[in-house]
């Protein structure tokens, strides 16, 4: 017996995946709902039914980003064995690998959004993507913390100015990846920002 729905939520992910993938690679405002609807295959009916406005839809677009493999919660969330100096490492490279990854357009539609997303902080989107990048700095602040709780080499930081510096870098990523800025010259930066607790 068929389940009601999951047809349609199979087919809400496949269209957030293409809706995804064209505002990552135009941007929020160089991305039109006509561009929209012929990426994700759906009627100007049906995609206000299901997602309404593009405001909303970018949040939801936001929701499934940091749902995928390679987020920064979902990498951290997966060292959890590791010692948390190690684990700050691999945040480094593994987040320069993804955005350097070929299935996909470079750079990080989180940290992208700050620029080619909605600017106001009051709309719907907006405030998903500030809280985004609020609970991706929580999630390397407590790993820190740990970092330092187990006796990583404190230098001239706290654990919290540690965490800022962690996440600018990683978002400043993104900008250097649209640069072209060659992987294993960032993988050399990350190294050096490492020494602060290897």
């Known amino acids: 017996m ?16 293409e809706a995804m993938q064209l505002f ?18 759906l009627s100007s009916a049906s995609l206000y ?30 060292s959890h064995a590791v010692p948390a100096g190690e684990a700050l490492t691999q945040l480094l490279h593994r987040s320069i690998d993804e955005q350097f990854d070929d299935s996909h357009p470079r750079g990080c539609l989180v940290a992208l959004a700050a620029t080619v997303g909605p600017q106001d902080h009051g709309t719907e989107s907006g405030r998903i993507v500030a809280d985004q990048r609020e609970r991706d700095y929580e999630a390397i602040a407590a790993l820190t913390r740990r970092a330092f709780d187990e006796g990583v080499p404190a230098t001239a930081v706290t654990s919290d100015s540690l965490a800022r510096l962690i996440h600018g870098f990683i978002l400043a990523l993104a900008t250097q990846t649209h640069d072209e800025t060659p992987p294993q010259d960032l993988h050399a930066a990350a190294d050096a920002l490492a020494t602060l607790w290897s």
Request: proline share 3%; glycine share 10%; net charge positive.
């Open 2 to 17: 068929r389940v009601a729905g999951r047809p349609r939520l199979f087919e809400e992910q496949a269209a957030l995946e």
């Open 24 to 41: 990552w690679r135009q941007g929020y405002e160089g991305t039109s709902m006509s561009q929209l609807r012929e990426a994700m295959g």
């Open 49 to 78: 039914h299901a997602f309404g406005s593009k405001d909303r839809l970018f949040g939801r677009v936001i929701e499934h980003y940091v749902s995928r493999p390679g987020s920064v919660v979902s990498i951290i969330s997966a």
